[in-house]
DNA sequence: AGAATTACATAGCATGGCTATGTAATTTCG
DNA sequence: CGAAATTACATAGCCATGCTATGTAATTCT
């Protein structure tokens, strides 16, 4: 096999994982919606992760982090704060800007919710070897890598 | 480290990966969808595909196939019809049931669908190892059992 | 034959998306 | 310094993706 077509059979080999990647990504998000008692989907508890991970952030950031349009996150932080997950107050900084902070009910509903997440899906990951939670790990944090840079 | 503690231990690891997983498939899931050009998100794609590797399908498997309610389907599939991606036929071996088949229009959508999501991804895999690459290929494939058996 | 169940369309509502626009605050520039 | 430009976010309007409830027709069960 000559040096091109071993690189076309690379690249049709990547792309080939690409979708594999992004098929089975979204399966999963999927099912994961599928928590029991759980009524926001995935992008509530990103949010709130990213909150509590970071601290009170801006409205601006958490949208350009969530990769939606800001109007997006205005919507759902308000829905948030009506929840009384978050609270938002005036940057200090700059009068313009919103900071959205976390509160203990927030930290309290995020725990929940990453109860019933592992609840799901941690039996699953029982009945594999330590290989497959290996390939399972590394993947997990070279998808965020991936999301990330795309 | 008793056996009690090593079982604890191992179920709070397994919880940590199941968060992890969740998450990173939610984030690679929401960039994915950033592909230039697509209106539609990740769902119609999986029926496309779904339909395209099964042949002619009824609603209510689609939506049992996606974890989605039937009206929910049925309002997609008037979409995709629309679309002219996909026709439908009452079953003529129920005359209740409608199968729901991928056109050639369907098929030419779904495959534009596939070069816009390779071409944001395979690069990312390009820079990859070929270790990290097995892994990810590896995990695609437990990703999706995990999230047929929940 | 009638009752029960199945298959899907419709209705109404909520959440998660978007673009466009308006208002206030901050920064830039002449 | 003041006006113009830019920034930050809320609001408005619309659509897609979700749900439960309900209606209609067809099939199955008793």
Redesign the pocket.
Known sequence: MSDLTQQSSAAHAHSELALDLVRSAARLT?AASTISGV???S??WRVLADIEREGAT????L?AA???????M??????LEGEGWVD?VV?PA??????VGITARGVAALAAYRRGAANLITPKLAELDAADRAALARAAELMLSIANAV
Chains 1, 2 share one sequence.
Do not use: E, G, K
């Open positions: 999927r009524t926001y989907s992008i509530a801006r409205v601006t950031d949208a969530q990769r939606v349009a800001q109007p997006t205005t919507t759902l932080v308000q829905r938002r940057d700059d009068r313009r800007a919103t900071l």
